[in-house]
């Protein structure tokens, strides 16, 4: 049962360091589109000021909307990974907390034994 539960935690850890990376991934993503937005509103606001926009201006505005739609593409697909992960993660603790108490570990013991 001790390699169970250690397999176990070994998983969760694993899942947890996933979970992490995948939440930074997001994080990251969310930076770039507020970038490309800000960008984007720049040459708006420049387009708008201006008299007469040029072909280059227009061509630049299409480039950032299309960069924004796959930056939300690409949060959107992160959302759904970490979603994922987090139902994985979820599983992990349940099936530690069945093993544990199957082992007769109380919840205290297995919630130390899940945080490190």
Known sequence: MTLVVTLQEE?????LA???KVQHDLEESEERADQAESTMSKLRAK???SASATRTTVT???QVVIDV????????KTLKTLKNVTK???NVVDVIQNVTSSCGVTSHNASNI???
């Open 69 to 76: 739609k796959n930056v939300q593409i690409k949060i959107l």
């Open 60 to 62: 630049t505005v299409t």
């Open 11 to 15: 998983l969760a850890a694993i899942n």
């Open 114 to 116: 899940v945080s490190k």
């Open 18 to 20: 996933k979970y992490r």
């Open 88 to 90: 994985i993660f979820k």
């Open 47 to 49: 387009n708008r000021s």
